[in-house]
Nanobody, 126 residues
Framework: EVQVVESGGGLVQAGGSLRLSCATS????????IGWFRQAPGKERVGVAC????????YYLDSVKGRFTISTDNAKNTVSLQMNTLKPEDTAVYYC???????????????????WGKGTLVTVSS
């Protein structure tokens, strides 16, 4: 059974930083795509950052480029999202997801994933 569990959300002031973590199990981690998505109130869920665990290639949403960094620890089957210079518009529920269909980082972020966590709330105050 595939399991995806996020942690690390919380309340932070604008300009601050947060680090989200995603613990996974139940699949071959180093042959997958992993991504972070977010859904703000009243908006659709969107792919923020995705990574290939096999070659480390990445995709980022334009609005987070230069501020967010996705990384993996293949030994621990975990994925992290370092979020710096946070803005109020980054407020959302953040979801970790797994792509087992081989879409690649951009494909996974744009077209969806196969397994999802339950999400963690990030609130950025102004």
């Amino acid at each position: 059974e595939v399991q995806v569990v996020e942690s690390g959300g919380g309340l932070v002031q604008a300009g601050g930083s947060l680090r989200l973590s995603c613990a996974t199990s139940g699949f071959t981690f180093d042959e997958s795509g992993i991504g972070w998505f977010r859904q703000a109130p009243g908006k659709e869920r969107v792919g923020v950052a995705c990574i290939s665990t096999s070659d480390g290639s990445t995709y980022y949403l334009d609005s987070v480029k230069g501020r967010f960094t996705i990384s993996t620890d293949n030994a621990k089957n975990t994925v992290s999202l370092q979020m710096n210079t946070l803005k109020p518009e980054d407020t959302a529920v953040y979801y970790c997801a797994v792509d087992r269909s081989g879409l690649g980082p951009e494909g996974g972020c744009r077209y969806g994933m196969d397994y999802w966590g339950k999400g963690t709330l990030v609130t950025v105050s102004s």
